[in-house]
């Protein structure tokens, strides 16, 4: 019995270690080639060229470490196709190892691309493949080709792909002028009838002849450096217009995606004269119907400081300051209306606010759905009201230039 009981232990051993033996299908470091990034550009003959950022981990690693300064922490390989798929492919022959795709997290799509052939069967490749990240970041080449900003060498991040992923969040957080998305969020906004999707622009200013050259890392004077440029806006798939500046910031302020951000106001005849930092804020829209036509509601209320004043003024008063406050709002409310209007003539709806109307009124949307961003939101009717509070007024309430003018006269 005792014997018996041996023998089918030692049997469930033997089964157990058949169907654990091993990774059948694995793949070792060596024998991979790790992309950061993909660019894709159009070429004359109207086929997509592909750009691939692989990683040089041994350059990389040495480069953080102080070494390995002399070589550079990525390569670069291209390919031309008719899709998306055919450029991975035809970049396998020039390539001694399997492209590995896990840990790409940047796709750079290029301008013309973005207008003339749109970003809908692009994108389709990258959510279908089971290696690709649906938290990948996605930009728009500006005035540049993607492949210009896939090439470049840059000297604090090793791996540009890092640079301009850091630079767009950075730039949303501090300024509101880039909006950070991802490839989940932006084909969920493709194909919503109540939204439209918002992509950053990327460009690289300066020397763009020497992006590539590892002698870009070795100055303190970058000769070529990405920037983040705008956001793009896209209706129907494909890039129409730009937002800059307090266009970009305005559509922010609309979205409830301000972080952090500065408001020059003007004051006294001088323009720009005070700059109030934003700390906090929120804004929310509600619809209402009236006349049987929706109406959005959209409410602002900001929070921050008095961070530079440029002109004679006595922040302790209580009366300048609630001028203060007004003229923000007064300011921020028009920027945010000009947003608005440019939408409507792009007749794109990048607020979303067909979806907020589609979850509130669904029998209205039902029947206007179709015909939303062509004729029913550019007539869009909305009443923004801003409220500011400034929380404090740094370490001096009357500016030295108050005493500067004394003394002068």
Excluded at 67 to 93: K, Q
Excluded at 173 to 198: A, C, R, T
Excluded at 334 to 342: H, L, P, R
């Amino acid at each position: 019995m005792e014997m018996n009981h041996k023998r089918f232990v030692l049997l469930l051993m033997l089964m157990g270690m058949t169907f654990t033996s091993g990774c059948w299908d694995k793949t070792e470091l060596n024998e991979m080639s790790i992309v950061s990034a993909v660019g894709i550009d159009k070429n004359d003959d109207g086929k997509l060229v592909g750009t691939f950022q692989i990683i040089n981990p041994v350059n990389v690693a040495g480069s953080l470490q102080g070494g390995g300064g002399t070589n550079p922490p990525i390569s670069i390989y291209r390919a031309t196709g008719d899709n998306v798929l055919e450029l991975d492919s035809n970049a396998s022959t020039k390539i001694s190892r399997d492209m590995y795709f896990a840990h790409a997290n940047l796709i750079v799509i290029g301008e013309e691309v973005a207008k003339e052939m749109g970003i809908n069967s692009i994108l389709d490749a990258f959510e279908r493949s089971p290696e690709f990240r649906a938290t990948t970041r996605i930009v728009i080449a500006r005035g540049v080709k993607a492949k210009d900003i896939v090439e470049t060498l840059t000297a604090i991040d090793k791996v540009s792909a890092e640079k301009v992923i850091k630079t767009i969040e950075s730039t949303e957080k501090q300024q509101g002028g880039s909006i950070n998305v991802n490839l989940q969020e932006v084909i969920k906004n493709l194909v919503s009838s109540g939204k439209e999707p918002l992509i950053s622009g990327f460009t690289v200013k300066g020397n763009t002849g020497k992006e590539n050259k590892m002698a870009n890392t070795q100055s303190s004077s970058i000769a070529a450096n990405p920037n983040a440029v705008g956001i793009g806006v896209f209706k129907d798939g494909k890039l129409v217009d730009w937002l800059d500046g307090n266009q970009a910031i305005g559509t922010m302020w609309v979205m409830d995606r301000i972080v952090n951000t500065n408001v020059n106001i003007n004051w006294g005849g001088k323009k720009g004269a005070v700059t109030y930092q934003v700390l906090r804020q929120k804004t929310n829209i509600k619809p209402r119907m009236e006349n049987g036509k929706p109406k959005m509601y959209i409410t602002v209320r900001a929070e921050g400081d008095i961070r530079e004043v440029n002109v004679p003024l006595d922040l302790a008063s209580p009366h300048d300051l609630i001028d203060i406050e007004k003229k923000l709002a007064k300011d921020l409310k028009k920027e945010m209306e000009n947003a608005i209007s440019i939408a409507q003539k792009n007749k794109s709806d990048i607020f979303g606010f067909g979806e907020i109307i589609h979850e509130s009124q669904p029998k209205y949307w039902e029947k206007y759905e179709k015909d939303w961003d062509d004729v029913t939101f550019p007539k869009l009717e909305a009443e923004i009201q801003v409220e500011t509070f400034i929380r404090r007024t740094g370490l001096r309430n009357k500016p030295y230039l108050s005493d500067i003018k004394k003394g002068d006269q």
